[in-house]
Structure formats: structure tokens, C-alpha cells
T-cell receptor, first 108, second 114 residues
Framework: RKEVEQDPGPFNVPEGATVAFNCTYSNSASQSFFWYRQDCRKEPKLLMSVYSSGNEDGRFTAQLNRASQYISLLIRDSKLSDSATYLCVVNLGYQLTFGKGTKLSVIP | DTGVSQNPRHKITKRGQNVTFRCDPISEHNRLYWYRQTLGQGPEFLTYFQNEAQLEKSRLLSDRFSAERPKGSFSTLEIQRTEQGDSAMYLC????????????FGPGTRLTVL
């Protein structure tokens, strides 16, 4: 079983749509959780940290379920500029473990 | 620009040559990390420094790879006797010394081994 597994994608959605990404992780000792965004041929950029109580940042909402070892990201009112690959990331110790990412294309 | 910087941004080399990459972290960050990313995959952890001490190395870091952070500021990653399988994006990240470990990445060095 891979350490971090994500929806394979790609997700093609119209502008204004709501899209949800799901992720599971295998190591129950994982300490912190993140979503990163990566544009084509660019570095990953931290989108959100994910807290146990869930957290929201504008159109983005992240949820964590430690019992199920499940993380989600919801994007509301999708914009063309949201088109990117979204990486689910868990932290154990000092190293980050990344999923393969889910590619999102927002279509006009 | 106060973010993580890396150079060179691109490196093309012939198999068997040695290459060295540099990373300058965010100035107040005392943790520094190296990752490698190949097409279609997420970044994979290579190694980690706390100040000048290299505290963790991945199994991916073969004996042809060496990383240093001599004064606890910038870091270098050297690959000796490069192989075609070393072709990848090499990413550097830095973070503050806290338990949450939010890491910020540099633009990467794209290595192509011919």
C-alpha cells in the first residue's frame, strides 16, 4: 500500500463548479498534513495546512479524519487560475511524503 | 525576494560527469531539505539538515550523492558519476524549527543526463 494515495484524476470541471479531492495515508503516526499546489514545471507551493478541526481559507476547505486516515480538499466556485496539480502531503518526523497528485483543469 | 533560491535552474550533463547544485534557504529557517521529483510523481525525500548537521538520509541517496550545509546557511548537493536515471527535478525546501514543519520550496534545478 502506498504511503499517500490520491484520486487519480484528471478532473476537468467548468468554471464555478465545486470540486473535491480525497486522500488517504497509511501511517497512523503521521503528525501534520498539508495540501500543496503545483503548476506545470514549477515547484510545489503550500496551499493549506490541514488541522484536526478542519479549516477554511476563502474558497478552499480542508478536512482531516485521523481515525479513517483520510484528508480532503474542497474548492468552491472554481476559477481558471485553480488549474494545477494538487498534492496531498503528510509529515512524519522531518520528511514530507507526497501523493502523486491530482490534476485539475478548470474549463471556461 | 526572500524565498528559497536554487541554482542553476537547469543543468545538462553527460553521463559520468559530476554536478553540484546550490540551495539558499529562507534566512530565518534552520531546517533544510532536498527532494527529487520525476515526471508524474510527487517529490521524494532525499535528505534533511538541522543547521549544519545532516540528520536524515533516504535510501534514495546512493553513495554517489553527497549533501553539505557547512555553515548552517546554504547547502550543496553533489552527484558524482551521473547516470541517466539521475535525470529529475531536484528541489530544496526550508522550514522553521517547529513541530508543524511547513516547508517552502525553491524553484528547483532540472537535471538532464545525456
Amino acid at each position: 500500500r502506498k504511503e499517500v494515495e490520491q484520486d487519480p484524476g484528471p478532473f476537468n470541471v467548468p468554471e464555478g463548479a465545486t470540486v473535491a479531492f480525497n486522500c488517504t495515508y497509511s501511517n497512523s503516526a503521521s503528525q501534520s498534513f498539508f495540501w500543496y499546489r503545483q503548476d506545470c514545471r514549477k515547484e510545489p507551493k503550500l496551499l493549506m495546512s490541514v488541522y484536526s478541526s478542519g479549516n477554511e481559507d476563502g474558497r478552499f476547505t480542508a478536512q482531516l479524519n485521523r481515525a479513517s486516515q483520510y484528508i480532503s480538499l474542497l474548492i468552491r466556485d472554481s476559477k481558471l487560475s485553480d488549474s494545477a496539480t494538487y498534492l496531498c502531503v503528510v509529515n512524519l518526523g522531518y520528511q514530507l511524503t507526497f501523493g502523486k497528485g491530482t490534476k485539475l483543469s478548470v474549463i471556461p | 525576494d526572500t524565498g528559497v533560491s536554487q541554482n542553476p535552474r537547469h543543468k545538462i550533463t553527460k553521463r559520468g560527469q559530476n554536478v553540484t547544485f546550490r540551495c539558499d534557504p529562507i534566512s530565518e529557517h534552520n531546517r533544510l531539505y532536498w527532494y527529487r521529483q520525476t515526471l508524474g510523481q510527487g517529490p521524494e525525500f532525499l535528505t534533511y539538515f538541522q543547521n549544519e548537521a545532516q540528520l536524515e538520509k533516504s535510501r534514495l541517496l546512493s553513495d554517489r550523492f553527497s549533501a553539505e550545509r557547512p555553515k548552517g546557511s546554504f547547502s550543496t548537493l553533489e552527484i558524482q558519476r551521473t547516470e541517466q536515471g539521475d535525470s529529475a527535478m531536484y528541489l530544496c525546501a526550508s522550514s522553521l524549527d517547529n513541530h508543524y514543519n511547513e516547508q517552502f520550496f525553491g524553484p528547483g534545478t532540472r537535471l538532464t543526463v545525456l
